[in-house]
């Protein structure tokens, strides 16, 4: 079975047999579009064009720009995106991290789980399944072409992937969130954000140009927003491989569910503890994996509820700003959800170094005004201080 991918001028990764070495692609046009990009199997299969099941319109005005795009439910990945930006770079950096989302999907429900590592078994060669993730990504990257640095939580180094600089992204991730739970069959994740030009430093959330995060579960879907488009969208990955756009979220309503991580927090922070005890009381539901890709998608999909992870004098930060917090955030935020570290959206927090942690919260615009009352006493929200990534 294969073990690396590439992506081709024509947009589809292809099986690299017994082998994750990166693999010369053919050079790309200037004028390339990603209508002609052709998507293929992961068995080799030739993939079906479904029709759309319905249509959902989104106004959305770019730059310099009064058109109206038309997003459809039942789109390819590829047909969306072509409706959605009109940055062909862009696009394609999108399309080759979806297959390799698609790839690692793959390899996550087959890894050989041991009582302390999950791992691939191919051939002679044999990885955890997140430093397998890692490479696969790197691969997508380098092989989009329009990916100047990348920077992952395992490699949290800037690499070069030889993108341009103008024109060109730079993209952090984490490349399998929640990989000590593999073994228990959880559902894990794939984060990643995309900055313009070549920074990931002395910049904000609210500066990305695309944040997404692919989940690994009984279904697979890859879930994106795009700075210029409104809402947060949702594609599954059908059997024969293919991407379609199921969901569109664009409001976070109110509802009684919550996922309270990093617990141990309440033991020394008498505010959070007061903020458990007020769910517990008010009767939410609990929902909660240890997984913040499923935890955080769950708000998404369900359209309601709050995930937050506070810290502690004895139970430090543990997110991290550029790899998690920032592109959940991006998401959070576009799907009209909110987001907070306590006194300001995570999107506002400029990242001063690649390792930077902090404490989060996402949800409604309610939850997150009692998360802020609660914590600190005051809230921005109820202050009428704009909010959320359009703003």
């Not at 062909?88 to 979806?98: E, N, Q, S």
């Not at 969130?177 to 994740?189: E, L, R, W």
């Not at 664009?250 to 309440?266: C, H, Y």
Request: charged share 20%; glycine share 10%; hydrophobic share 35%.
């Amino acid at each position: 079975m294969e073990t690396g991918i590439a992506c081709y001028a024509r947009g589809a990764f292809l099986p690299a047999k017994h082998s994750t070495s990166l693999v010369s692609p053919p050079s790309l046009s200037p004028s390339f579009s990603s209508k002609s990009l052709k998507s293929s199997s992961l068995f080799g299969e030739s993939l079906r064009v479904a029709p759309p099941s319905r249509s959902c319109l989104k106004a959305s005005k770019a730059k310099n720009s009064s058109l109206t795009t038309r997003c459809e439910i039942g789109d390819s990945l590829e047909e969306f995106l072509n409706k959605a930006t009109p940055d062909k770079g862009l696009i394609r950096l999108l399309v080759c991290m979806g297959e390799a989302i698609r790839t690692i999907s793959f390899k996550v429900r087959t890894a050989s789980c041991g009582g302390t590592a999950c791992i691939n078994s191919f051939g002679d060669e044999q990885l955890a399944v997140d430093v397998l993730a890692d490479k696969l990504l790197f691969e997508a990257l380098q092989y989009s072409h329009f990916c100047k640095y990348a920077c992952s939580e395992e490699v949290p180094e800037l690499q070069d992937m030889g993108g341009p600089v103008e024109g060109g992204f730079s993209v952090a991730f984490d490349p399998l969130d929640g990989s000590s739970i593999v073994d228990t069959n959880f559902t894990v994740g794939t984060i990643f954000g995309v900055w313009p030009g070549d920074k990931l430093t002395g910049i904000t959330g609210r500066d990305q140009a695309a944040a997404a995060m692919g989940i690994y579960g009984p279904r697979t879907t890859y879930v994106l927003a795009l700075k210029d488009l409104p809402g947060t969208h949702e594609f599954l990955l059908l059997d024969e491989g293919k991407w379609q756009h199921v969901k569109d979220t664009t409001e976070i309503g109110e509802g009684k569910m919550f996922s309270p991580g990093n617990l141990r927090a309440t033991f020394d922070n008498p505010e959070y503890s007061k903020l458990i005890e007020y769910y517990v009381k008010e009767k939410y539901t609990l929902r909660y994996t240890g997984g913040m890709v499923p935890d955080v998608n769950q708000i998404i999909v369900k359209e309601k509820g709050v995930f937050t992870n506070v810290t502690s004098p004895s139970a430090k930060a543990k997110l991290r700003l550029l790899f998690e917090v920032a592109p959940l955030g991006f998401l959070i935020e576009k799907a009209g959800g909110f987001s907070s570290d306590g006194k300001q959206s995570v999107l506002d927090k400029v990242i001063t170094q690649l390792d930077e942690r902090t404490q989060v919260a996402y949800g409604s615009k309610n939850e997150i005004i009692r998360f802020e009352q609660m914590l600190y006493g005051s809230s921005r929200l109820k202050a009428g201080v704009p909010v959320g990534a359009a703003a």
